[in-house]
């Protein structure tokens, strides 16, 4: 994908980001379309963890338009997230004429990582989270409540579960320009470490949908595990500098 100069006035700005959201657009309806017909295996698919909870009762549809509506929201969902890469690339297509020649290295590993962490947290949340999210959250009601389990908001809440992690996963990239652009530099995040971590658990209140406790603290879990690789790979990639910066005192 071309990618165009540093410098634009404000209007080639904005027409820029029209074409890539433009760009987005497409994919996303052009998907929908194209997985309509096979929704019903991207919905098992993405249930699975979650259906043996009912047993042998089955998720229902409460109006006949629903039936509609529910398959094109799974060929909708399904479409972000197979087509995240177009999706992601368009996103960082935006911001590159910004960088500079020797920054532009990063560009392809950037992409390769951001792409491989949204996967890895979608697939993440889908065989370790949601089963045992959707057991506490089911086991809640009390006797004398029945529930009745709808397809269409219970597919709801499996898909944001793992786009929210699939987005939540993105932290190691976030982290690491952080300090290759000198924003913050690697001493003074290893050094307040409680406040990052303190972060870490209000992003992950934030980024589950279904505020359980269960959910909240296997995301806050990951993000920390992510968040040490992301310092110790950026303690690799960047000790020249943060040796000449403990040299100079700062």
């Known amino acids: 994908m071309p990618i165009g100069p540093k410098r634009l006035p404000i209007t080639e700005h904005l027409r820029e980001l029209r074409h890539r959201l433009i760009i987005i657009a497409i994919v996303v309806f052009a998907g929908s379309i194209v997985l309509y017909f096979p929704a019903p295996y991207f919905y098992n698919l993405a249930m699975q963890p979650i259906l043996h909870i009912f047993g042998d009762q089955q998720l229902v549809v409460l109006n006949p338009f629903e039936t509609f509506t529910l398959r094109f929201k799974v060929a909708l969902y399904a479409t972000l997230v197979v087509g995240s890469p177009i999706i992601i690339w368009q996103v960082m297509a935006f911001f590159l004429p910004a960088l500079k020649p020797n920054e532009r290295k990063w560009v392809v590993p950037t992409f390769l990582a951001m792409v491989v962490l949204f996967a890895g947290g979608v697939v993440f949340a889908h065989q370790v989270i949601l089963g045992t999210a959707f057991e506490w959250i089911v086991g809640q009601a009390w006797e004398g409540v029945t529930q009745m ?11 944001m579960l793992m786009l929210g992690f699939g987005l939540a996963f993105q932290l190691p990239v976030v982290i690491f320009y952080l300090m290759i652009f000198n924003i913050v530099p690697y001493d003074k995040l290893r050094a307040n470490w409680r406040v990052v971590y303190t972060v870490l658990i209000v992003l992950a209140a934030g980024a589950t949908p ?7 603290l296997a995301l806050f879990a990951a993000l920390v595990g992510l968040y040490e690789i992301s310092m110790a790979l950026a303690r690799v990639v960047l000790v020249k500098r943060i040796e000449r910066r403990r040299t100079q005192g700062y």
């Not at 389990?149 to 898909?159: D, K, L, N, R, V």
């Open 149 to 159: 389990p709808e397809a269409s908001t219970y597919f709801q809440g499996a898909i």
């Open 210 to 216: 279904d505020w359980s406790p269960v959910t909240m």
